[in-house]
């Protein structure tokens, strides 16, 4: 496996993971009449969410994977 493909997978695996915090059940959690600092905890959690999502593509793209690959083909 090429380090593109492993880059890949993870931002695959970045996508479906965040797909599933922006789903119903997850964000009916955060959907209550709580604020903090006059703002609604469900905006706090998406804004929260996004800026993680966010952090995490820029580590999974910057920086290089610690993993070596060996050729398996001889």
Same mark, same amino acid.
């Given at each position: 496996?090429? !380090?593109?493909?492993?880059? $890949?997978?993870? =931002? #695959?695996? =970045? !996508? =479906?993971? #965040? +797909?599933?915090?922006?789903? &119903?059940?997850?964000?009916?959690?955060?959907?209550?009449?709580?604020?903090? $600092?006059? /703002?609604?905890?469900?905006? =706090? &959690?998406?804004? !929260? #969410?996004? /800026?993680? $999502?966010?952090? !995490? +593509?820029? /580590? /999974?793209?910057?920086?290089?994977?610690?993993?070596?690959? $060996?050729?398996?083909?001889?």
């Amino acid at each position: 496996m090429t !380090f593109d493909k492993e880059k $890949s997978r993870r =931002l #695959v695996g =970045l !996508f =479906l993971f #965040v +797909v599933v915090l922006y789903n &119903y059940p997850i964000l009916s959690l955060f959907n209550i009449p709580n604020k903090i $600092s006059g /703002i609604p905890v469900l905006y =706090l &959690y998406l804004f !929260f #969410v996004w /800026i993680l $999502s966010i952090i !995490f +593509v820029v /580590i /999974i793209n910057k920086y290089p994977l610690k993993t070596e690959f $060996s050729d398996l083909r001889g």
